[in-house]
């Protein structure tokens, strides 16, 4: 089974930046599919973007494109999201997620039902 735990979470103004991390222990970080899901009160919880287990294939929800990078460094067992110019609307609690991906398929398909591992979640709160 694998660990996440998320770091890099806070208040910070409109317009402003924010890069959170997801350090990943006990299993093979290098064979997960891994993404990065928000859920703000009274919300579902949302994919916010996801990577492959190489990291050659990224998707970005159409609400962070432009704004949110993911990317992950294998060596590190390290998964990050690089946010950049934070609106009042990205509020929520985000959370690091992994998903197996054991046949090799470079898959970026994250939902909550297939993911098998979750962080504990990081505030972000983005103030007007």
């Known amino acids: 089974q694998v660990q996440l735990v998320e770091s890099g979470g806070g208040l910070v103004q409109a317009g402003g930046s924010l890069r959170l991390s997801c350090a990943a222990s006990g299993r093979t970080f290098a064979r997960d599919a891994m993404g990065w899901f928000r859920q703000a009160p009274g919300k579902e919880r949302e994919c916010v973007a996801s990577i492959s287990y190489s990291g050659s294939r990224t998707y970005h929800a159409d609400f962070v494109k432009g704004r949110f990078t993911i990317s992950r460094d294998n060596a590190k067992n390290t998964l990050y999201l690089q946010m950049n110019s934070l609106k009042p609307e990205d509020t929520a609690v985000y959370y690091c997620?992994?998903?197996?991906?054991?046949?090799?398929?470079?898959?970026?398909?994250?939902?909550?039902?297939?993911?098998?591992?979750w962080g504990q979640g990081t505030q972000v709160t983005v103030s007007s």
């Open positions: 997620a992994a998903r197996a991906d054991t046949a090799w398929t470079g898959t970026v398909y994250l939902n909550s039902y297939n993911v098998d591992t």
